[in-house]
C-alpha cells in the first residue's frame, strides 16, 4: 500500500508563492511518474502537471505552465509544486499522485493513469 501526504497548502494573497510538497512511502518511488491535480469549489478535479520517474520530463496544463513548476527528489520520496504569480482562480485542493506503469506521455493529464492519491492540500489565494 501507497501513502501520499502534501503540504504547503494555506491562506496567500493574489501575486504570491508557494511551494506545495508530497511525500510518497514505499521503496519504488522513483521508478514512478508522479502528478498533481487540483479541485476547485464547485468544479471537478482537473490536471496540473506531471513528471517522469528520474524528473527529466515535465508535463504541464496550459492554464498553468508558466506559473506553475513541477519537480522531484527521489532521495527524499519527494515531489514538488511551486506556484509563482498565485491568482484567485488557483483556489482549490491541490492533490498528488501516482502514476500506474507504462502509461504514455499522451496519457499524463488523465486521472485514470494514476492509481494512489493524497488527502489533498488546501490553497486558498486572497484578492
Known amino acids: 500500500q501507497v501513502q501520499l501526504e502534501e503540504s504547503g497548502g494555506g491562506l496567500v494573497q493574489a501575486g504570491g508563492s508557494l511551494r506545495l510538497s508530497c511525500v510518497a512511502s514505499?521503496?519504488?518511488?522513483?521508478?514512478?511518474?508522479m502528478g498533481w491535480f487540483r479541485q476547485a469549489p464547485g468544479k471537478e478535479r482537473q490536471f496540473v502537471a506531471a513528471v517522469s520517474s528520474s524528473g527529466d520530463s515535465t508535463l504541464y496544463a496550459d492554464a498553468v505552465k508558466d506559473r506553475f513548476t513541477i519537480s522531484r527528489d527521489n532521495a527524499k520520496n519527494t515531489i514538488y509544486l511551486q506556484i509563482s504569480s498565485l491568482k484567485v482562480e488557483d483556489t482549490a485542493v491541490y492533490y498528488c499522485a501516482r502514476m500506474v506503469r507504462y502509461v504514455g506521455r499522451h496519457s499524463w493529464s488523465s486521472q485514470g493513469a494514476y492509481d494512489y492519491w493524497g488527502p489533498g492540500t488546501q490553497v486558498t489565494v486572497s484578492s
Open positions: 514505499g521503496r519504488t518511488f522513483s521508478t514512478y511518474e
